[in-house]
């Protein structure tokens, strides 16, 4: 029984590694088109989770994005990353000006409760197109950003994590100063292995 | 040294302290507020405000009177007894002038420093003469101590560089910014790529929204067509020729449909005839190296076409056949128009003047009607010879008669007509002209960008009949030929084709972006229902307009004598 149970997992962790990955893929584009830190030119239509997702059909971007999530995946397999961060900062002077935070918790499996079949995947995309509308929504009330934008991404790892040396290197937070911030929880999604939370700070003065 | 200061300073407000007993408290809370309050806001003094201030107002103890090396008449302690108000008003001003401030070069104590070199050892002499009733050393050092703890918040650089690397300290600063120690922040070690597409793409188009969002009568259908009611008009076009590199100027007229249901299009420097009938096209002849053909026009028979070159020359040629017969030279500029009736081919230049070419004559000008100061770009004879209308680029309307004068002048000089009426009304370049062929005394005329106004003029009074506004630049203007109607073509922005009613000039049908360019040329087939349009999108569409009268209504029309028949085809030579 303990091997079968053992197999079953060590399968799901990858289903839930991707699909958590893949998540940040479309969460991270549909911030930079909704945000306006690429031009809207730069994004195509693309059916995803049984709605449209606006993906960036720039060449670099795609790249750029797509080496930093392998990244991200490794570390999600092995745990080692406990939140993702994408801050949007002013190009100009290089303050931050918003910070889209994504905890990714590892979900304890409770040692007695023998659960079945686990979350079904249409629950989790109900789930994550659940986020993906908030984050569309948010335009709504985020302080418009006249200034042109530049997006960071960062990983907040153990100090354990295997770092890629030369690719990834230790960085400032970016924070937005405590005093200058409101923070927004957003919805979250879990699979049978991880939890997503997801939320926003943003500089915002009077 | 700056440590130093402030010791004077505390220094000084201790022994003022000393003389005035529980007033001195006060004083020095008030001190401190101040402090705090210089500290924030820096209020740039003027060295000479502060050099006055310094002599005359300070209150100076004995101990720093003897430090600074000053000559003071009066004891200033007896001054500091005497008056109690006017010292600790003193005392204010000696605060904010003492106050310590970052990096304020001209900081008044910095003056007091420079002054106060003598060793430390002089001062406590001085201070052991005088009554020590409070430990001054432990105030100074609690004042001071105070002072670092109320300023050291206050710097943000301090806050963000902690000057020791104390571990409880980060582990502190740590907890505080909710990053737990035993994380690491990574970010990946290449900024994002730039946006590759033009960032301002997306702006402009925002500017450019607008333009179009503001476009009069907006409707609502996918087409952009509307039809009235009662009249349905189909808002496809019913055939689309290619017209590869037809021009796209306004000023000239490039399209002509003949009574022989041949459609002539010029397109840069060819002509071509495309045959109704048959679909056939014929290549009718290149303008000559260099230059460009800028307008056609079909004859009333439709067996010749005249054709205007940007060189000034009138080429006439045979349809049929498809050779040129002649040309007719003497224009210095650009032929942007030209019109027929019956052997007389008039042409409207560059240069302001209509000529009434005669095509039998070997001197073919016969005529010359000078009224433009522009150049003519909208020519129009009435179908019974009577009279020609132009209009110019000088935005007037001229409406000549149209009998020449058969008697011969001596000489190369030509007889001149006098227009018979001038309108002056339109604001833009008239190009639109059209004689109804109903009511033989309406002329109907547009004008373009600035004008955009549909005016139908009585020939025979000149008064104004109507006057309509329309959404664009008029180019072209018809009236239908069995109908109460009047069919005008647009450019930018609607690129539209409409319909009116007459005399109500009630918008009858839109037909929006007919073309993708302004439609700059039109023609109404010799049957009367049709109507080609040419366009800067390099393409011909005909359009169905009009329904084909039924058969009695037929026959009372022709007996008008239609120029659809070929009962008038003249002989030339």
């Known amino acids: ?206 | 040294m700056r440590d130093a200061c402030v010791t004077i300073c505390d220094r000084r407000v201790m022994r003022d302290r000393r003389g005035r007993g529980n007033d001195a408290t006060t004083c020095l809370f008030k001190l401190f507020c101040l402090r705090t309050s210089m500290s924030t806001q820096k209020t740039p003094k003027t060295p000479s405000r502060r050099r006055v201030r310094s002599e005359a107002k300070t209150p100076l103890t004995p101990s720093l009177l003897s430090a600074f090396n000053t000559v003071s008449i009066d004891s200033p302690i007896k001054r500091a007894t005497s008056t109690s108000i006017p010292l600790s008003d003193a005392f204010q001003r000696q605060a904010s002038g003492g106050v310590i401030r970052k990096g304020g070069v001209e900081s008044r104590l910095d003056v007091v420093t420079l002054d106060y070199v003598p060793p430390p050892k002089s001062t406590e002499v001085k201070r052991s003469r005088s009554t020590p009733v409070i430990n001054l050393s432990d105030r100074d050092r609690f004042i001071t101590s105070r002072d670092h703890t109320h300023e050291l918040p206050g710097t943000l650089d301090q806050m963000a560089n902690p000057p020791s690397g104390s571990p409880t300290h980060t582990a502190r600063l740590a907890a505080a910014a909710g990053v737990p120690l035993n994380r690491r922040i990574l970010g990946y070690h290449l900024p994002p790529p730039m946006a590759s597409s033009d960032t301002t793409l997306a702006l402009q188009r925002e500017f450019a929204r607008p333009l179009y969002a503001n476009r009069p009568g907006t409707v609502a259908t996918s087409t952009g067509a509307t039809t009235n009611k009662t009249r349905k008009i189909a808002t496809q076009p019913e055939r689309v020729l290619d017209a590869p590199g037809m021009v796209d100027d306004f000023y000239l007229n490039l399209l002509s449909w003949s009574s022989l249901n041949c459609v002539a299009v010029a397109l840069e420097s060819s002509t071509y005839i495309w045959k109704a009938d048959t679909g056939a096209v014929m290549q009718m002849g290149e303008a000559p190296a260099g230059t460009y053909v800028s307008s056609v026009n079909f004859s009333n028979d439709g067996a010749f076409l005249g054709i205007g070159l940007g060189t000034g020359d009138v080429e006439l040629w045979d349809v049929e056949r498809g050779v040129k017969l002649r040309t007719m030279a003497g224009h210095q500029a650009q032929i942007a128009v030209l019109s027929w009736w019956q052997h007389l081919l008039s042409s409207g230049c560059g240069d302001g003047s209509v000529w009434h070419h005669d095509v039998r004559v070997p001197r073919h000008k016969v005529m010359e009607l000078l009224g433009h100061n522009g150049e003519v770009c909208g020519l129009e004879w009435r179908k019974d010879g009577e009279l020609i209308a132009s209009g110019g680029n000088d935005n007037v309307v001229n409406i000549w008669d149209g009998r020449v004068g058969d008697a011969p002048i001596a000489g190369d000089a030509v007889p001149t007509g006098n227009a018979k009426w001038t309108k002056r009304n339109h604001t833009a370049a008239v190009k639109a002209l059209a004689w109804s062929p109903w009511q033989p005394n309406l002329l109907a005329s547009g004008g373009g960008t600035n004008d955009a106004t549909i005016n139908v003029w009585n020939s025979t009074t000149g008064a104004r009949l109507h006057s309509q506004t329309t959404p664009s630049q008029i180019t072209s203007l018809h009236f239908a030929p069995h109908k109460k109607e009047i069919l005008s073509t647009h450019g930018y922005p609607t690129n539209a084709v409409m319909v009116w009613s007459y005399p109500s000039m009630e918008k009858v049908a839109e037909i929006r972006d007919a073309h993708d360019s302004r439609v700059l040329f039109s023609s109404v087939s010799p049957a009367g229902d049709m109507v080609v349009t040419g366009a800067g999108d390099e393409s011909l569409k005909f359009w169905k307009i009009w329904d084909l009268p039924t058969a009695e209504k037929k026959s009372k029309i022709s007996g008008r004598g239609e120029g659809t028949t070929k009962s008038g085809v003249l002989s030339i030579r």
Not at chain 1, 43 to 72: H, S
Not at chain 1, 73 to 88: E, M, Y
Not at chain 1, 124 to 131: D, G, M, P
Not at chain 1, 138 to 158: C, G
Request: aromatic letters at 8%.
């Open chain 1, 1 to 206: 029984m303990a091997p079968k149970q053992a197999n079953r997992k060590a399968i799901t962790l990858k289903g839930s590694t991707a699909l958590v990955t893949e998540f940040f893929k479309y969460a991270v584009n549909t911030i930079l088109f909704n945000r306006e830190v690429y031009p809207s030119d730069d994004f195509q239509m693309v059916k995803k989770y049984g709605q449209t997702v606006l993906v960036t059909q720039d060449l670099a971007l795609e790249n750029y994005l797509e080496k930093i999530l392998q990244q991200v995946h490794k570390w999600i397999l092995t745990g080692s990353v406990t939140q993702l961060v994408l801050a949007i900062l002013a190009k100009d002077t290089r303050t931050t000006l918003e910070r889209w935070v994504f905890d990714i918790k590892l979900v304890e499996p409770s040692p007695d409760a023998k659960e079945g079949p686990g979350k079904a995947e249409a629950e989790i995309q109900s789930e994550i197109r659940a986020i993906l509308k908030q984050i569309t929504s948010m335009v709504t009330f985020l302080p418009v950003m006249q200034e042109d934008k530049v997006f960071n991404i960062l990983a907040y790892t153990s100090e354990s994590a295997d770092v890629p040396a030369g690719e990834w290197v230790d960085t400032d937070p970016l924070a937005i100063e405590a005093s200058k911030s409101q923070q927004v929880k957003m919805r979250s999604f879990s699979t049978d292995i991880h939890r997503i939370e997801a939320m926003v700070a943003y500089r915002y003065e009077e």
